[in-house]
């Protein structure tokens, strides 16, 4: 039996897993920050730090490079709702820094590897690629909204559209950005 649909594209399947770590990698900034005052020592506390600032920069990036592309398209939403209750729920994992001891042996650092790789692995594989705390410190919010075919979309948007507002959008790894209102 010949599986159905387009065959795998596996270059944009990399690329898009690619985005999708980078955005993982920003929805843990904090938490890196958090790492980063908790741990002891100037290594553990440099590598904290080090990522916090890469994490941060990933998340400028991702939004500055969103509203220069060349391809948006536009959607009239009629229907929005804020998803920030997902967000509170994935708070959760932040949890990790405060169990961790502040001088971690190499068996707790490869523990919270592993359990990153693992959170990674779910993230890239899931649609949590929605949920990142980290927007909301830049000033955005992720919305569950709808448009005149009832076909749901996660939008990044500072603003709540007016319902009836056409919106021009970018599609970044599944969530899609609103780049300005129509």
């Known amino acids: 039996m010949q599986p159905l649909g387009p065959a795998p594209n596996r270059r944009s399947d990399w690329a898009r897993s690619f985005l999708r770590a980078r955005l993982f990698l920003s929805s843990y900034a904090l938490m890196f920050l958090i790492a ?36 948006p398209h536009s959607f009239t939403v009629t229907a929005a709702e804020d998803t920030g209750g997902e967000v509170s729920g994935y708070l959760a994992s932040y949890l990790l820094p405060f169990i961790t001891v502040a001088s971690p042996s190499w068996r707790d650092l490869l523990g919270y590897c592993l359990y990153l790789a ?57 969530v899609e950005i609103r780049i300005r209102s129509s």
């Not at 730090?49 to 400028?60: E, H, R």
């Open 36 to 71: 980063a005052i908790r741990f002891d020592g100037v290594a553990l506390e440099a590598s904290c730090c080090a990522l916090f600032v890469l994490a941060m920069f990933q998340t400028w990036r991702i939004m500055a490079a969103s509203k220069s592309t060349v391809n």
């Open 118 to 174: 693992l959170a990674l692995l779910v993230y890239i594989r899931s649609d949590l690629v929605r949920v990142n705390p980290t927007l909301y410190v830049f000033g955005y919010r992720v919305l569950k909204v709808q448009d005149s075919s009832e076909q749901p979309h996660y939008l990044i948007t500072r603003h709540t559209p007016t319902l009836g507002t056409a919106v021009s959008v970018v599609d970044v790894a599944g």
